[in-house]
């Protein structure tokens, strides 16, 4: 017996409310990121991730309070990503009561970024998202880091660069495939593989989850140390227990 | 009333050890300071931290908060979590190494990645030790009431505590090694874990400490 796998339902925030639907039976309001932060808490959840989509700064602030509103409620680690330019950003999270800060494009842009916030607050609360496609490069199979949701390529190499990020401080990476993310075919186990056994650090595997099997491959074939998924939880198709319970049946250690 | 301090040195995230304490202890008066007085006029400390041992005790020093620290760990309950589990230790060899406050006899050193490894696999494991692993109570103790044993807490560091004395161990747990998850000595308690984001395991851990009067 020893550290489990950690599952993280991850939810969609857009100035402030849940988006791309979660539809829970008996919820009052599917849009609040905090009451569906506790039922997913309720669940049996490691931990949660929320991604702020919200495109204009004057929004931002109010990812700070939904993230407030968090720590009141919701007594387990707590990741927020999107728009994290400086360590500003990392800093007012963190107060907020965030525990982890995922950093995706701004890293790429100023990769001393990840230094600096890591040497600030340490390495335990800074992520690097990484978001990959494969790539067609000869034979070999390869990776290249997008960036700006996906939408801009920068020709670094995925895991070149999740050792860089780690050189530089990360704590954990969130490796979300591109190819597969909302496919529902289950992750890229080849990327994710190849990424978990080059780092030292944990890794979260994310893009594609479709069934409770993809999150057991994602640890038992890919190696990750944490498996990330939305709409398998948000639909009411499985919930983070069901997930648990597979897993556990695959002979993977998780906290039931 | 029960006034509750949890020393504010500028680091970590401190809102949700408040958070998760007003939880438990509504009645309580949870205080976040970095004022000796108020340290010393409080019922009950708490010691959380996070990130480096060197800028913590600088940070502790900077704000003078040293004295009134060892002061209350003679007297009230105190509780450290996390780097508050680490400070308390003779040394750490994190930064180049760095003198702890002496409180608890024992070293704190760096996982050694190459040797831990994967149960049935031969992949080194990784670092920090991040997620939620068993506490093993190896000691009977107010703190543990209602806590099952081998109860799962969420972790994250990536150095770990020895207790040189064995009556001072209140817990152990595995991460490719075996160490130092909880110690203590009279009224003071310490844990390696983050009882504040460790869901009902960690509230209900809180809540003893909430309500406990110092003694083993």
């Not at chain 2, 009224?187 to 003694?215: M, T, Y």
Request: proline letters at 3%; charged letters at 20%.
């Amino acid at each position: 017996m020893g550290l489990s796998k950690r599952i993280i339902p991850c939810l969609d925030v857009d100035n402030g409310r849940v988006v791309k639907g979660v539809r829970f039976v008996d919820i009052r309001d599917a849009g609040d990121p905090v009451e569906i932060a506790r039922r997913y808490d309720e669940q049996g959840a490691d931990e949660i991730t929320f991604l702020d989509i919200t495109a204009s700064s004057d929004n931002r602030q109010t990812m700070v309070h939904v993230v407030e509103a968090m720590a009141e409620q919701v007594f387990i680690p707590l990741t927020v990503g999107g728009g994290i330019r400086q360590v500003e950003d990392v800093r007012r999270m963190l107060v907020a009561g965030a525990d982890k800060v995922a950093i995706n494009t701004a890293a790429v842009a100023n990769p001393q970024l990840v230094q600096e916030a890591s040497g600030h607050f340490g390495s335990q609360c800074i992520v690097v998202a990484i978001d990959a496609k494969q790539v067609t490069d000869g034979k070999a199979q390869r990776w290249e880091v997008f960036t700006h949701g996906g939408r801009r390529a920068t020709g670094i190499d995925a895991v070149a660069w999740a050792l860089k990020m780690t050189e530089y401080g990360a704590g954990e990476i969130l490796l979300t495939s591109m190819d597969r993310d909302g496919t529902r075919d289950g992750f890229d186990l080849a990327l994710v593989r190849a990424v978990c056994d080059a780092v030292s650090i944990p890794v979260i595997a994310s893009g594609g989850v479709g069934n409770l099997d993809h999150l057991a491959d994602g640890v038992l074939l890919g190696h990750a140390d944490a498996v990330l998924a939305a709409s398998i939880f948000h639909f009411g198709e499985y919930t983070v227990g069901d997930a648990k319970r597979r897993m556990a049946e695959r002979g993977i250690e998780v906290r039931l | 009333m029960n006034t509750i301090a949890v020393i504010d040195y500028g680091m970590g995230n401190l809102r949700s050890v408040c958070k998760a304490l007003e939880h438990v202890a509504p009645r309580a008066r949870v205080m976040l300071t970095s004022d000796s007085d108020a340290l010393v006029r409080a019922d009950r400390v708490v010691f959380p931290g996070q990130g480096a041992i060197g800028g913590c005790i600088a940070e502790l020093d900077r704000l003078s908060l040293r004295a009134a620290i060892l002061q209350v760990m003679d007297t009230k309950p105190f509780l450290g979590i996390c780097l508050g589990l680490q400070a308390l230790f003779d040394r750490s060899e994190e930064g180049g190494g760095t003198d702890g406050l002496g409180v608890l006899p024992g070293r704190v050193s760096l996982f050694p990645r190459e040797q831990m490894r994967e149960p049935g696999d031969n992949r080194a494991l990784k670092v920090p030790h991040m997620g939620w692993n068993q506490v093993c109570q190896v000691a009977a103790h107010p703190l543990w009431r209602g806590i099952a044993q081998g109860a799962r807490f969420y972790f994250v560091h990536s150095y770990y505590a020895e207790a040189a004395n064995r009556g001072q161990v209140m817990a152990v747990t595995e991460y490719g090694i075996r160490f130092t998850s909880a110690a203590g000595r009279e009224n003071i308690f310490a844990v390696q874990f983050h009882p504040e984001k460790s869901q009902q395991a960690g509230l209900r851990l809180l809540e003893n400490f909430v309500s406990w009067d110092g003694s083993a």
